[in-house]
C-alpha cells in the first residue's frame, strides 16, 4: 500500500505542471513565407534544451488551476540569438513559475530566421508572434484567462521579439487566413529580461542582428528593428530587467527602452542588477538575482 501511495504522489508531482497542450500556430500547409525544403528541426539536449532550425511553430500551454487563476496568461519567447532557442531555460521553466502564481504561462516555439526555409525572413518571427498571440486571445475562454490581460515575455532575442510585437502589432505582416487573424495582436502588457532592442551598432547584440536581418539588411531594417524607435503613446505597460554587467546584451538596450516608454507616457519599470552577466534565467542560484520573479509578480498585480 506504501509503495502505491508513493508511486501516485511522485506521479502527481510530475504531472502538476505538465502541459495542458501544445498547438500548432497554423493549419497544416498554410505556414506564411515557408518554403519546402531539406531543412528538419533539431532538438539538443545537453545542459538545456536548445532548438534549432524550427520547422512548425506552435504554442506550449501552461495553466494554473481554474481555482488559482488570475486571468491573466504571458506569452513566452525563449532567447537564443534568432539562431536556437533556450526552450526549457527561458521558455518551459519560466511558464511553470508563472503557473505557481496562477498565471497560465504560453511558451511560443517560433521560426528561426531562416535563407533555405523562408521568404522574408526577418519577418518571420514576427508574423509567428502576431498569431500566437491571437491564437491564444482566441482561446481565451477554454483557457479561463481574460482576453485583455494577455502579455508577452522575452528574454535575450526572444525579449527583442516580444518589444517588435509590442511596437509593431498594427504592422500587417501576412495576410489573413482564418477568423483568428481578426483579433488584435497587441500584447497588454510586456515583460522583457536583458532584451535585445536596438540595431544601433554601438549597443546591438551582432549575433542577433546578423541571424535576423542577414550581414547586409535591407535599407530602413535597422531602424524598422531598433525597438526603442518604434514606441508610441499605444505601447504597452513594461517590465524591464538587465544586469549591469551583461557583456553580451549591453545594458543601454534597456535603458534606451525604457527612455523611449517614459518620453511616451507609458507606464514602465526597469529592474538594474549591479551583476548577474547574460542570460540568467528566473536566476535561482543568485541570492540577488532570485528576487527578480517576486518584481515582477508585484508589477503585473499592479496591472489588475
Request: aromatic fraction near 8%; charged fraction near 20%; include cysteine.
Amino acid at each position: 500500500m506504501k509503495k502505491i501511495t508513493l508511486f501516485i504522489v511522485l506521479a502527481m508531482s510530475v504531472n502538476a505542471f505538465s502541459q495542458d497542450a501544445i498547438i500548432p500556430l497554423w493549419p497544416k500547409d498554410k505556414i506564411p513565407n515557408a518554403v519546402a525544403s531539406d531543412e528538419k528541426e533539431v532538438h539538443e539536449r545537453k545542459d538545456i534544451l536548445r532548438i534549432s532550425k524550427v520547422q512548425e511553430p506552435t504554442i506550449e500551454v501552461y495553466l494554473p488551476s481554474k481555482k488559482n487563476a488570475t486571468g491573466q496568461a504571458m506569452l513566452i519567447f525563449p532567447g537564443g540569438g534568432y539562431h536556437i532557442l533556450a526552450y526549457d531555460w527561458e521558455g518551459t521553466d519560466v511558464a511553470k513559475f508563472l503557473n505557481s502564481k496562477g498565471i497560465a504561462g504560453i511558451v511560443v516555439k517560433y521560426r528561426l530566421p531562416s535563407s533555405v526555409s523562408q521568404t522574408k525572413q526577418e519577418d518571420v518571427p514576427l508574423i509567428d508572434a502576431q498569431r500566437a498571440l491571437r491564437l491564444v486571445r482566441s482561446k481565451a475562454e477554454t483557457f479561463h484567462i481574460d482576453p485583455n490581460k494577455i502579455g508577452a515575455m522575452g528574454f535575450s532575442a526572444g525579449g527583442h521579439l516580444a518589444s517588435t510585437l509590442g511596437t509593431h502589432f498594427e504592422e500587417k505582416v501576412y495576410a489573413p487566413i482564418d477568423a483568428i487573424d481578426a483579433l488584435s495582436t497587441r500584447p497588454d502588457f510586456l515583460a522583457l529580461c536583458y532584451p535585445v532592442i536596438t540595431f544601433d551598432q554601438s549597443s546591438t547584440h551582432k549575433g542577433s542582428q546578423f541571424n535576423l536581418l542577414t550581414k547586409n539588411p535591407k535599407p530602413g531594417a535597422l531602424e524598422r528593428f531598433s525597438n526603442e524607435k518604434q514606441v508610441t503613446a499605444n505601447t504597452p505597460p513594461t517590465f524591464l530587467l538587465h544586469a549591469t554587467d551583461d557583456k553580451a546584451v549591453p545594458v543601454e538596450n534597456s535603458l534606451a527602452f525604457y527612455k523611449a516608454l517614459v518620453e511616451n507616457d507609458v507606464p514602465a519599470t526597469l529592474h538594474i542588477y549591479p551583476t548577474g552577466g547574460h542570460g540568467f534565467s528566473l536566476g535561482l542560484k543568485d541570492p540577488y538575482l532570485r528576487t527578480w520573479t517576486d518584481n515582477l509578480c508585484e508589477w503585473l498585480r499592479s496591472l489588475e
